[in-house]
């Protein structure tokens, strides 16, 4: 079996970058992922989805390099939720993402700014969909 999810959002909070025992290099951020849809009556509203982002080795040092907080990512990964009771004591359930992949998407300077910033085609060259059906792991 086979599961992956992409997402793209803004960088919440900076990485924290760690060390395991071993020496292997962990990066944890989360990303705020908005979705903007209009009522039927008209209104417009925002929902906001929050995930939990890991990162592992040289990818790891490199998002704690360069990533900051309030800029747009693109993040490919495994996604796992896990349960919990919150400080109120209500079941709550957190969304997270061990990363495969992460793009910075835009320009440096996008985290200074109040916005996206739609990056270009290029920074995503590499990501392109599998040329022959067969390359496809279902």
């Known amino acids: 079996m086979y599961q992956q999810i992409t997402i793209v959002g803004n960088v919440g909070s900076d990485p924290e970058l760690r060390y395991t025992q071993g020496g292997v290099a962990v990066t944890d951020f989360s990303v705020a992922v908005n979705k903007r849809y209009s009522t039927s009556g008209g209104e417009q509203r925002e929902e906001t989805t929050w ?5 592992w080795r040289r990818q790891a040092e490199t998002v704690a390099q360069y990533l900051k907080k ?23 359930a957190s969304l997270e993402i061990t990363a495969n992949l992460v793009k910075f998407i835009g320009s440096r300077d996008d985290a200074n700014n109040s916005g996206g910033g739609g990056g270009n085609r290029d920074e995503f060259d590499d990501f392109a969909p599998p040329k022959n059906m067969d390359d496809i792991p279902f």
Request: charged share 20%; aromatic share 8%; no cysteine.
């Open 51 to 55: 995930f939990r982002v890991t990162v």
């Open 70 to 92: 309030g800029r747009q990512v693109l993040v490919v990964g495994e996604a796992s939720v896990s349960a919990y009771t919150n400080r109120a004591g209500e079941a709550a």
